[in-house]
Each structure stands twice: as structure tokens, then as C-alpha cells.
């Protein structure tokens, strides 16, 4: 079956450690988003990915990185940097058709500091 | 720039017709979603209309477009209980590259 698996689901971070977070689609989808999730706030677009070994900011990416090696896979890295990193993380993809981006979402990671 | 509100709660009971409702500000909106978030799960996408339409049925769920107030909404005829869920109306903007834009989302409580 096709769809985007992200792993985690639970993830606990310690003080100053980087932790990453995976997402793996099998839908041939050329782009992929991360979103963070805290409640009462909707989602908020860390990354962006359109293409493999290309990616782009989104409105929260401080403390955040990413990588694009291969069109399947979108890790999310939260860093130490990251001082609130405490909530769903939920990564994304669709095919780039000019203006519908219907987006398939993953079922989310849930980080929480120890 | 972009902004997409929407109402935080609604409760109504088990058989009653359930209506969401969301604002925009940007009026340059080319498509608009509506996505439904069950509890511990990712985003689904469960509607979405073209913003030169008004309205968009689809069984027992009736999208309404109302671009001169930028007001959207969603009516899910007949609630159950399994359509207690987060709600995100979300839209796209003409030119460039595509970004989607959410709502903070709209939890719907159904009683029985």
C-alpha cells in the first residue's frame, strides 16, 4: 500500500541532544513538507522540499535542519538549538500540480523533553 | 498576507447537521481544503473546492464558498460520532510556489 510512514510515533529528547525525526514516502511524490502541531495553533511549516537535494525554509525552520538525499525520504533533525521543542511533528507530500496541492500527511511523531 | 481563522470548538448532537466555518484574508486563494484530524493522527484530506466555484457536495458533506467575504465553510449533514475530529480549512495562493496555509482547526465534539 502506498503512503507516508513517519517514526517514531513517541520520541523523548534530552537537554542539548539533537534527535531526528524519520518520514518515508512509497507514493513517488516529488514534494515533502514538515509541519509542526501545538495545540489551539494549527500547523506550522518548518521545510520544504520540491525536489531531491534541494529544500527551503518555512516560517519556523530556526533549530530545525533537514536533508534530501533521496526522493523518498524527508528526516527532520531537531536540534539544541530548538528551545521549545515539545509537539507533533507531521510530515507531508504531494505531487506538484499547479495550484491543488492536495497533501497526504503522515500519522505524526510526538516529541516530548525528558 | 496570509491568514486563515477558524472557530476552536463545536459541539452538536448525534443526527443534527454540523457547520464549520472559516475565514481568509488573502483574496488571491486558488483552491481551498477542508482536512480532518482524528485524535494521536495525521491530516486527511476530505474536500476541497476551486475558488471560482460557490458550493461542492460530496454525500453528506456540502462545501460553501462565499469569496466576496472570504468565508468558507463546511455542513456535514446527519454528525456521528465517529466525525468528532479536529476540522482545518487550509488554502493555496495563486503564483509561485504553492504554499498551503491552515487554520488553527475546529474541534467537533458529537454527543449522542
Known amino acids: 500500500d502506498g503512503g507516508i510512514t513517519q517514526s517514531p510515533k513517541y520520541l523523548f529528547r534530552k537537554e542539548g541532544q539533537n534527535v531526528t525525526l524519520s518520514c518515508e514516502q512509497n507514493l513517488n511524490h516529488d514534494a515533502m513538507y514538515w509541519y509542526r502541531q501545538d495545540p489551539g495553533q494549527g500547523l506550522r511549516l518548518i521545510y520544504y522540499?520540491?525536489?531531491?537535494?534541494?529544500?527551503q525554509k518555512g516560517d519556523i525552520a530556526e533549530g530545525y535542519s533537514v536533508s534530501r538525499e533521496k526522493k523518498e525520504s524527508f528526516p527532520l533533525t531537531v536540534t539544541s538549538a530548538q528551545k521549545n521543542p515539545t509537539a507533533f511533528y507531521l510530515c507531508?507530500?504531494?505531487?506538484?500540480?499547479?495550484?491543488?496541492?492536495?497533501?497526504?500527511f503522515g500519522s505524526g511523531t510526538q516529541l516530548s523533553v525528558l | 498576507g496570509e491568514d486563515v481563522e477558524q472557530s476552536l470548538f463545536l459541539s452538536v448532537r448525534e443526527g443534527d447537521s454540523s457547520v464549520i466555518n472559516c475565514t481568509y484574508t488573502?483574496?488571491?486563494?486558488?483552491?481551498l481544503y477542508w482536512y480532518k484530524q482524528e485524535p494521536g493522527a495525521g491530516l486527511q484530506l476530505l474536500t476541497y473546492i476551486f475558488s471560482n466555484m460557490d458550493m461542492k457536495q460530496d454525500q453528506r458533506l456540502t462545501v460553501l464558498l462565499n469569496k466576496k467575504d472570504k468565508h468558507l465553510s463546511l455542513r456535514i449533514a446527519d454528525t456521528q460520532t465517529g466525525d468528532s475530529a479536529i476540522y482545518f480549512c487550509a488554502e493555496t495562493l495563486s503564483g509561485g510556489y504553492q504554499k498551503v496555509t491552515f487554520g488553527t482547526g475546529t474541534k467537533l465534539q458529537v454527543i449522542p
Open positions: 507531508a507530500s504531494t505531487n506538484l500540480t499547479w495550484g491543488n496541492e492536495k497533501l497526504f
Open positions: 488573502d483574496s488571491s486563494s486558488t483552491y
Open positions: 522540499s520540491q525536489i531531491v537535494n534541494d529544500f
